[in-house]
């Protein structure tokens, strides 16, 4: 009898096991698996060269680009687009007339699709005509050519991010918020409580699951969200703006070095791993999870 | 010593009128319960004494000092919240020197008062604990001591009691009330919850939509109720009201007055005015005898030892224990000796 039920137990997990298999697990495999072996070219075909991919690699001065890049990126915008968040998640949640319209206005940019927001974004980086530089040419300043120059290409993209994804993490900080009994807010106030203390004493605490929650997040948006990338600047100029997932975009589908782009992705689904799981602890012992 | 002074008090929200009009003054070091059905605005009361909502109109005054448009804090009272408000990440020592430490209390001062309401709430085994881990007494606990380092000279309380069991409810009333006495803390309690308001109180103000029905202590209260509301409010059963046209003598009372009567006050009489038994329910030491006057419901409460009656029965009441009230529900002071 039970030998029976664990046939059908498998015989109904099948589909979904083969799928998760197949399209899942088999590709992660396969990346790491080519990682060390070579790009078959031609009628040539791939051969196992060991660790120089890794090598090739180290010594690659565009590699390393974007990864400073990458880390530049992801420092700015994880912190900045929490605190944004957070900013306008408490803004919106006092007693404010007109607050459903600011909470839609500010989870606007969200929907829309990362493609879009660029254009929208070329736009106000427009070099004299854009929104930026209108305001600047009121202030007497000449016109800069925000994604055009490497000084500020890499910057031009991080605010577009910034501003892409604040609008979602208010979402989940607001729902943290309103979870909070405004009794203890109260209580606190009773006490002498100035608002700078209440909020870094009693709502910061009480926030800190969704904070790790909305950063881990960020952090995965930080290595994932290129999308703008492509069309703003192309990981230009003179890969000034490049990422690293961009630049494994490139590897693998413009110049077809597959074992290349392959490695790359080892890489940063490395970084990923040991961010995603350091901040679990660094920030759990510092967590109360009611 | 300060005394609270409430002054011709109203809250409005939007076409609520939550408070209306109330004034009542709180002796300095007494016990003043506000008592009232759900929603009849006691919250609302006590929120705009502690200064959490903005008042409509009228005054508050605390120690002699208008506090009426100060913040909370400015308001000098402690606060016991119907949820008790624990901050959940903080252990209950951090909970209870909270205020204090946002006061910048020193540290010496801060365990002595620490150290002091713990051993008088029997709180010290469970200083490291977090709130979440407590029963419900014991949080209550926590967040009377919490109110009582503040050591501020006003305490108001919430319906503190009210999530708590039945016999919890007993013990940390009179608790509460010892401790208000000990300390000489000028308390507000508010409660829904009669007998709590009779055990504890030094003055109880009986509230009902908004505004004041009376002012009293409890014995006060319990034989000279100002109106019908607070004739049945408080009292189990609630005070029978039998219309005037049934009761011989009281033919020259406006139609629509009422002859309110105990149900401890009234006894089986052949004499007296006629009504039909309905049910009789047995209460171990008395049982209470469901009767009709036409169509007034009326409850006797007699020993259980005594015959238990049927079919029509005579009802009457000893001179002295009646209560007359008018078309409008309040009590009529000459009528008074029946
Ligand atoms: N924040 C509020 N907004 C609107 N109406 C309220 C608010 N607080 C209380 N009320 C209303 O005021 C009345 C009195 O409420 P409350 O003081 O809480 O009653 P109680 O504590 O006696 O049960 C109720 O009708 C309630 O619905
Ligand atoms: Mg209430």
Same mark, same amino acid.
């Given at each position: 009898?039970?030998?029976?039920?664990?046939?059908?137990?498998?015989?109904?997990?099948a589909?979904?096991l083969?799928?998760?298999?197949?399209?899942?697990?088999?590709?992660?495999?396969?990346?790491?698996?080519?990682s060390?072996?070579?790009?078959?070219?031609?009628?040539?075909?791939?051969?196992?060269?060991?660790?120089?991919?890794?090598?090739?690699?180290?010594?690659?001065p565009?590699?390393?680009?974007?990864?400073?890049?990458?880390?530049?990126?992801a420092l700015?915008?994880?912190p900045?687009?929490?605190?944004?968040?957070?900013?306008?998640?408490?803004?919106?949640?006092?007693?404010?007339?007109g607050?459903?319209?600011?909470?839609?206005?500010?989870?606007?940019?969200?929907?829309?699709?990362?493609?879009?927001?660029?254009?929208?974004?070329l736009?106000?980086?427009l070099?004299?005509?854009?929104?930026?530089?209108?305001?600047?040419g009121?202030?007497?300043?000449?016109?800069?050519?925000?994604?055009?120059?490497?000084?500020?290409?890499?910057?031009?993209?991080?605010?577009?991010?910034?501003w892409?994804?604040?609008?979602?993490?208010?979402?989940f900080?607001?729902?943290?918020?309103?979870?909070?009994?405004?009794?203890?807010?109260e209580?606190?106030? /009773?006490e002498g409580?100035?608002?700078?203390?209440i909020?870094?004493?009693?709502?910061?605490?009480?926030i800190?699951?969704?904070?790790?929650?909305?950063?881990?997040?960020?952090?995965?948006?930080?290595?994932?969200?290129?999308?703008?990338?492509?069309?703003?600047?192309?990981?230009?100029?003179?890969n000034?703006?490049?990422?690293?997932?961009?630049?494994?975009?490139?590897?693998?589908?413009?110049?077809?070095?597959?074992a290349?782009?392959?490695?790359?992705?080892?890489?940063m689904?490395?970084? /990923?791993?040991?961010?995603g799981?350091?901040?679990?602890? =660094?920030l759990?012992?510092?967590?109360?999870?009611? | 010593?300060?005394g609270?002074?409430?002054?011709?008090?109203?809250?409005?929200?939007?076409?609520?009128?939550?408070?209306?009009?109330?004034?009542?003054?709180?002796?300095?070091?007494? =016990?003043?319960?506000?008592?009232?059905?759900?929603?009849?605005?006691?919250?609302?009361? =006590?929120?705009?004494?502690?200064?959490?909502?903005?008042?409509?109109?009228?005054?508050?005054?605390?120690?002699?000092?208008?506090?009426?448009?100060?913040?909370p804090?400015?308001?000098?009272?402690?606060?016991v919240?119907?949820?008790?408000?624990?901050?959940?990440?903080?252990?209950v020592?951090?909970?209870?020197?909270?205020?204090?430490?946002?006061r910048?209390?020193?540290?010496?001062?801060?365990?002595?008062?620490?150290?002091r309401?713990?051993?008088?709430?029997?709180?010290?085994?469970?200083?490291?604990?977090?709130?979440?881990?407590?029963?419900?007494?014991?949080?209550?606990?926590?967040?009377?001591?919490?109110?009582?380092?503040?050591?501020a000279?006003?305490?108001?309380?919430?319906?503190?009691?009210?999530?708590?069991?039945?016999?919890?409810?007993?013990?940390?009333?009179?608790?509460?009330?010892?401790?208000?006495?000990?300390?000489?803390?000028?308390?507000?309690?508010?409660t829904?919850?009669?007998?709590?308001?009779?055990?504890?109180?030094?003055?109880?103000?009986?509230?009902?939509?908004?505004?004041?029905?009376?002012?009293?202590?409890?014995?006060?209260?319990?034989?000279?109720?100002?109106?019908?509301?607070?004739?049945?409010?408080?009292?189990?059963?609630?005070?029978?009201?039998i219309?005037?046209?049934?009761?011989?003598?009281?033919?020259?009372?406006?139609?629509?007055?009422?002859?309110?009567?105990?149900?401890?006050?009234?006894?089986?009489?052949?004499?007296?005015?006629?009504?039909?038994?309905?049910?009789?329910?047995?209460?171990?030491?008395?049982?209470?005898?469901?009767?009709?006057?036409?169509?007034?419901?009326?409850?006797?409460?007699?020993?259980?030892?005594?015959?238990?009656?049927?079919?029509?029965?005579?009802?009457?009441?000893?001179?002295?224990?009646?209560?007359?009230?008018?078309p409008?529900?309040?009590?009529?002071?000459?009528?008074?000796?029946?």
């Amino acid at each position: 009898m039970i030998k029976r039920e664990w046939i059908h137990a498998w015989l109904l997990l099948a589909p979904a096991l083969l799928l998760l298999f197949a399209f899942t697990h088999l590709p992660a495999v396969q990346t790491v698996f080519d990682s060390f072996w070579s790009t078959p070219r031609g009628r040539r075909p791939a051969v196992f060269v060991g660790l120089d991919n890794y090598q090739r690699m180290l010594a690659d001065p565009i590699f390393i680009k974007a990864m400073v890049n990458n880390a530049i990126y992801a420092l700015i915008t994880i912190p900045a687009s929490i605190a944004l968040a957070l900013s306008m998640a408490l803004f919106v949640s006092g007693k404010i007339r007109g607050r459903g319209t600011l909470r839609m206005a500010y989870f606007t940019p969200t929907v829309l699709p990362l493609i879009a927001v660029a254009n929208i974004w070329l736009f106000f980086y427009l070099p004299g005509f854009g929104l930026f530089d209108q305001i600047r040419g009121l202030f007497g300043f000449g016109p800069i050519n925000w994604v055009g120059q490497p000084t500020t290409a890499l910057y031009a993209i991080t605010a577009v991010t910034i501003w892409n994804q604040a609008g979602f993490f208010m979402i989940f900080f607001l729902a943290a918020l309103q979870t909070i009994p405004e009794s203890l807010r109260e209580a606190a106030a /009773l006490e002498g409580a100035s608002r700078w203390t209440i909020f870094w004493r009693i709502t910061w605490p009480l926030i800190m699951p969704t904070t790790l929650f909305v950063s881990v997040n960020a952090t995965i948006n930080a290595f994932r969200m290129v999308d703008h990338v492509f069309i703003m600047t192309q990981g230009g100029p003179n890969n000034a703006s490049i990422l690293l997932l961009y630049y494994i975009y490139d590897q693998g589908f413009r110049f077809w070095d597959t074992a290349y782009a392959a490695t790359l992705t080892v890489v940063m689904v490395a970084i /990923l791993c040991v961010v995603g799981i350091g901040q679990f602890f =660094l920030l759990d012992r510092r967590v109360h999870y009611r | 010593m300060s005394g609270i002074h409430v002054s011709e008090l109203s809250k409005r929200w939007g076409d609520v009128h939550a408070v209306h009009d109330v004034s009542f003054e709180v002796e300095p070091g007494t =016990l003043t319960v506000l008592l009232g059905p759900s929603g009849c605005g006691k919250s609302t009361t =006590l929120r705009l004494i502690a200064g959490l909502d903005d008042v409509s109109s009228g005054t508050i005054q605390i120690g002699g000092r208008d506090v009426t448009n100060a913040p909370p804090a400015e308001h000098g009272v402690a606060m016991v919240f119907q949820s008790y408000a624990l901050f959940p990440h903080l252990s209950v020592r951090e909970n209870i020197i909270f205020g204090l430490k946002v006061r910048r209390v020193d540290a010496a001062e801060r365990d002595r008062r620490l150290k002091r309401a713990s051993e008088l709430l029997n709180l010290s085994e469970l200083l490291d604990r977090r709130p979440n881990q407590l029963s419900g007494g014991q949080q209550q606990r926590v967040a009377l001591g919490r109110a009582i380092v503040a050591e501020a000279p006003v305490c108001l309380m919430d319906e503190p009691l009210s999530n708590l069991d039945a016999k919890l409810r007993a013990d940390m009333r009179v608790e509460i009330r010892a401790l208000q006495q000990r300390l000489g803390l000028t308390m507000v309690y508010v409660t829904h919850d009669q007998v709590e308001a009779m055990t504890m109180a030094d003055t109880i103000v009986v509230m009902n939509q908004g505004r004041i029905e009376q002012i009293a202590s409890p014995r006060e209260l319990y034989t000279r109720p100002a109106t019908t509301f607070c004739a049945r409010f408080i009292g189990t059963p609630p005070m029978n009201l039998i219309p005037s046209e049934h009761v011989h003598g009281h033919e020259e009372l406006p139609p629509g007055s009422a002859i309110g009567v105990r149900a401890e006050d009234l006894h089986l009489d052949s004499a007296g005015v006629p009504a039909t038994v309905e049910s009789v329910e047995y209460l171990g030491a008395d049982e209470l005898i469901t009767a009709r006057i036409g169509a007034a419901k009326v409850v006797v409460r007699q020993p259980a030892r005594a015959d238990t009656p049927s079919g029509t029965v005579g009802l009457a009441w000893s001179p002295g224990v009646a209560h007359v009230f008018g078309p409008d529900g309040k009590r009529l002071e000459e009528a008074q000796g029946i």
